[in-house]
């Protein structure tokens, strides 16, 4: 689908609603939300809102406005649901011609009531495995009202969507068993091409790229820094944002002095995280679950395998030219050794990497996106759209 002037409309109204904005805190939806807003912008001349919870202003960029709906008070730590009639009035005032919805939560079922009731479609893009399961029985919700809200509002979002975009086959099939719904598209993240990096010959970087927290598991990673210490030249580097728990934090930081060939350099920017792996070797992933990771596309333009402990998007890394999945932590530490040792073929790994992330995964998923929500826009604008409840 060929994306520019010929697909247009002019002054055609998006709404993003996302709970959080990149300037508040950049993640890999908000990574993916800015570069759709900017191919949209540039090639439909779409007047874009984006609506959230967590900015930190309500401002105006040149390719989108930003309309901050979240409450202040100390209950919305619960959920998204607090902001369920300004979020409506909001999107009342803007009256889009279309929605695209990333990250289910509340606001999937508010922006898909508000949908309906205007008469306009809403798109929504799936943003990770967890937003295709099943919502918890009633009864084990009933002891957290909050959570039985939420999670009611986000499923019965995704269930009234017009259209459901999966960034993987795994989504797909998931959201075919626990919805009954088949996708209406597949389209893969996207990130720009980088230049071929320079790898350092003088040292070999092994990261860890996650904020820190339980389900990501960054003990693991420790433990495969641990089985490797005889080796020299080798240097282990963690980043992401701290433990939110300050006694897990210094859990952390106690494990971390015992750890003399780890390095943990804290939270850092998209740009810098790009940076560093631009002079890195391996990427070890050792999160229980995950979704189809902004980290492993960054990694594999950059020429950097993945390994990780179980994760396995799609079967990709069944094919070993993009890495490996590995059962243990012996296993990734037995990996990493063998390829220390083998030098060329951590390059041709590499270099296989590269060119299937460049294949699959470049700007032309934005673009036909992009494309995607502009179409579905113009296609309801001739229609008489329903008024919204006031």
């Known amino acids: 689908m060929m994306s520019g002037p010929g697909v247009s409309s002019k002054n055609t109204r998006v709404a993003v609603v996302i709970p959080t ?32 919870a967590r900015a930190s202003a309500n401002r ?26 300004r979020l409506q009035k909001a999107l009342r005032e803007f009256a889009p011609h279309v929605i695209y919805q990333r990250v289910g939560c509340a606001y999937t079922g508010i922006a898909a009531r508000y949908a309906r009731r205007s008469g306009i479609p809403l798109i929504w893009h799936l943003a990770s495995e967890k937003d295709c399961l099943k919502a918890p ?45 088949k996708a209406d598209r597949v389209i893969g993240n996207f990130h720009n091409v980088p230049q071929i990096p320079e790898k350092p010959v003088d040292r070999f970087a092994v990261v860890w790229i996650a904020n820190l927290k339980a389900v990501k598991r960054p003990d693991k990673f420790l433990e495969v820094a641990a089985l490797l210490e005889d080796l020299s030249g080798i240097e282990f580097i963690m980043v992401g944002r701290a433990y939110s728990s300050l006694s897990l934090q210094s859990d952390f930081e106690q494990a971390m002095l015992r750890r003399s060939n780890v390095r943990y350099v804290g939270a850092l920017t998209n740009e810098e995280v790009n940076k560093l792996l631009e002079r890195s070797h391996l990427l070890i992933n050792t999160s229980e679950s995950e979704g189809f990771s902004n980290t492993f596309i960054q990694a594999w333009m950059r020429s950097v395998p993945v390994l990780t402990l179980g994760v396995n998007p799609d079967g990709l890394l069944d094919d070993s030219f993009l890495g490996n999945s590995h059962d243990s932590t012996t296993e990734i530490a037995d990996s990493i050794r063998g390829l220390v040792s083998n030098p060329d073929m951590l390059e041709d790994m590499g270099k296989r990497s590269r060119q299937y992330a460049m294949q699959h995964f470049s700007m032309k998923n934005a673009a036909e996106l992009a494309d995607l929500i502009v179409q579905t826009a113009t296609g309801r604008r001739d229609k008489p759209a329903a008024r919204p409840e006031t």
């Not at 904005?21 to 984006?50: C, F, P, T, V």
């Not at 969507?161 to 068993?177: F, G, N, P, T, W």
């Open 21 to 52: 904005h990149w300037d508040y805190r950049m993640g890999g939806s908000q990574y993916q939300a800015k570069l759709l807003i900017e191919q949209m912008y540039e090639n439909h001349d779409a007047s874009i809102a984006y609506f959230t």
């Open 137 to 181: 029985a009633i009864g084990q919700l009933l002891s957290r009202p909050h959570a039985l809200v939420e999670t009611r509002l986000a499923k019965k979002g995704a269930t009234h969507a017009d259209i459901i975009v999966a960034q993987s086959r795994d989504q797909v099939r998931m959201l075919r068993e626990n919805f009954g719904r």
């Open 60 to 85: 105006r960029f040149d390719d989108h406005q930003v309309i901050c709906v979240g409450h202040t008070n100390a209950l919305r730590r619960f959920g998204h649901f607090w902001d369920y009639f």
